[in-house]
């Protein structure tokens, strides 16, 4: 599978934010070239937890500046976080207790899809918003 690349088209107008998800999308390229290599499951395990890791870092980053600036949308966002985090961390349980080949596809369909559909989505309605308060 080819690797995903952090373009523009991707870009949420926020410096921090923006290099945040340029790691996301290292750390999940990492996964699924882990993932074809064969690597063995506890290196995968490993890459998938730094990825959870930084996840959660990087979500409380957003939502600490929507605290700061009183972003309406907040609690909507913040619970997409936490339904995100409630999938990867499925994700994480069931690929530990085994399945690993069976896993593989999905975890690379998913990852993806995941990560791209909240930037392209969610966190692009922020932009103007945190923008409009100095967070740019
Ligand atoms: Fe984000
Ligand atoms: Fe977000």
Known sequence: MASMLWNETLSVG????DDDHKKLVDMINELVDGITSNRRQESLSQILDKLIHYTRFHFRREEEYFARTGYTAAAHH???HRELIRQV????????SGGASLLSLE???????????????EDKNYRAHLNANGIR
Request: aromatic content about 10%; charged content about 25%; overall charge positive.
């Open 78 to 80: 913040a619970s997409e």
């Open 89 to 96: 961390t499925d994700l994480q349980a069931r690929f530990r």
């Open 14 to 17: 926020v410096k921090t934010l």
């Open 107 to 121: 975890v690379m369909k998913f990852l993806k899809e995941w990560l791209v559909h909240h930037i392209m989505v």
